[in-house]
Nanobody, 116 residues
Framework: QVQLVESGGGLVQAGGSLRLSCAAS????????SAWYRQAPGKQRELVAT???????NYPDSVKGRFTISRDNAKNTVYLQMNSLKPEDTAVYYC??????????WGQGTQVTVSS
């Protein structure tokens, strides 16, 4: 019912910035909370940021102060601005969204690589 497509990943040097985008299509009117997750090889997928339908955000300590999640409901798009990137931020980043009374949807992921 909801399709998510991430974009904006790439290779960046430590200290640099990237902005990821997650475009949603389908039954977007049912979307409640959206989030970004990341997963590095051999590691468990971890939460990066969440944002409610109304703009309330949460971040883990690992990215707080460096990453900012935002959304444009008119464009059905969620963004993740990543500043002061570190090599430990290297991972595949996934967009996630919850729907009211429905399942959770995931995007295909976009690779972020931070070099030293």
């Amino acid at each position: 019912q909801v399709q998510l497509v991430e974009s904006g990943g790439g290779l960046v040097q430590a200290g640099g910035s990237l902005r990821l985008s997650c475009a949603a299509s389908g039954s977007t009117g049912s979307i409640s909370t959206s989030a970004w997750y990341r997963q590095a090889p051999g590691k468990q997928r971890e939460l990066v940021a969440t944002i409610s339908r109304y703009g309330s955000t949460n971040y883990p300590d690992s990215v707080k102060g460096r990453f900012t999640i935002s959304r444009d409901n008119a464009k059905n798009t969620v963004y993740l601005q990543m500043n002061s990137l570190k090599p430990e931020d290297t991972a595949v980043y996934y967009c996630n969204t919850e729907t009211v009374g429905g399942p959770i949807y995931w995007g295909q992921g976009t690779q972020v690589t931070v070099s030293s």
